[in-house]
T-cell receptor, first 114, second 109 residues
Framework: EPEVTQTPSHQVTQMGQEVILRCVPI?????FYWYRQILGQKVEFLVS????????KSEIFDDQFSVERPDGSNFTLKIRSTKLEDSAMYFC????????????FGQGTRLTVV | RKEVEQDPGPFNVPEGATVAFNCTYS??????FFWYRQDCRKEPKLLMS???SGNEDGRFTAQLNRASQYISLLIRDSKLSDSATYLC??????????FGTGTSLTVIP
C-alpha cells in the first residue's frame, strides 16, 4: 500500500539553527501538506501546496518557514532560526487528484529544539 | 471561534460497549468531513469519510447532520484495540483540513 514517508523520524537541533524536514508524498497525489502537533495539543495546519506553489497557509506559517518541492518526489519544510516553541511533531500529508478528498499522513518527524 | 469542536473526553468504556462521539463545525460552507484515529505519538490515520447519507464500515457508523452542523461516530462492540484518540476533520474550502482537538477513548477489559 502506498504511503507517505518522512525523514528523519527525530531531529534534535540547537535554537537558532536551520532544519529541513523531508517528505516523500504518495506518488500520484497532487496536494501536499505540512501539519504540526505540539505535545498534548491538537494537530495544526501549516501549509498546503499544489501545482508547485503554496495554495494556503496558516498564521503559524510565517517567514521562518518555507516549503519546496525540489524534484518530482520530495516535499520539504525548512524552518530557519528555530525557536524552543518550534518543538513539535511535524506531519507531512498528501491527497489525491481531487480537492476535498482524504489526506494520508506520514509517520512524522519529532523536532526537538534545545 | 474554533472551526471544529469535540468533547475531549476521556471516554472509558468496557469491552463490548457502544460509544458515540460528536463533533460540531462552525462554518456552514464546510464541504468534506472525516474521522481520523490517532494512537499515542503516531500519525493520524483515516478511519472513514463521512457522507451526507451516513455510512457504515463494520462496527463503525458515521453520520452528518448539515442542518445542525455536527458529525457523529458510533462504535459498536468496542474492542481493546479501539483505544485511541478520534479526530474529527473538516475541509471548509480549498484544501485546508481543520482538526478537532480529538476525543480520547479507552476500552477497558
Amino acid at each position: 500500500e502506498p504511503e507517505v514517508t518522512q525523514t528523519p523520524s527525530h531531529q534534535v537541533t540547537q535554537m537558532g539553527q536551520e532544519v529541513i524536514l523531508r517528505c516523500v508524498p504518495i506518488s500520484n497525489h497532487l496536494y501536499f501538506y505540512w501539519y504540526r502537533q505540539i505535545l498534548g495539543q491538537k494537530v495544526e495546519f501549516l501549509v498546503s501546496f499544489y501545482n508547485n506553489e503554496i495554495s494556503e497557509k496558516s498564521e503559524i506559517f510565517d517567514d521562518q518557514f518555507s516549503v519546496e518541492r525540489p524534484d518530482g518526489s520530495n516535499f520539504t519544510l525548512k524552518i530557519r532560526s528555530t525557536k524552543l516553541e518550534d518543538s513539535a511533531m511535524y506531519f507531512c500529508a498528501s491527497s489525491g487528484r481531487n480537492r476535498n478528498t482524504e489526506a494520508f499522513f506520514g509517520q512524522g518527524t519529532r523536532l526537538t529544539v534545545v | 471561534r474554533k472551526e471544529v469542536e469535540q468533547d475531549p473526553g476521556p471516554f472509558n468504556v468496557p469491552e463490548g460497549a457502544t460509544v458515540a462521539f460528536n463533533c460540531t463545525y462552525s462554518n456552514s460552507a464546510s464541504q468534506s468531513f472525516f474521522w481520523y484515529r490517532q494512537d499515542c505519538r503516531k500519525e493520524p490515520k483515516l478511519l472513514m469519510s463521512v457522507y451526507s447519507s451516513g455510512n457504515e464500515d463494520g462496527r463503525f457508523t458515521a453520520q452528518l447532520n448539515r442542518a445542525s452542523q455536527y458529525i457523529s461516530l458510533l462504535i459498536r462492540d468496542s474492542k481493546l484495540s479501539d483505544s485511541a484518540t478520534y479526530l474529527c476533520v473538516v475541509i471548509v474550502t480549498g484544501n485546508q483540513f481543520y482538526f478537532g482537538t480529538g476525543t480520547s477513548l479507552t476500552v477497558i477489559p
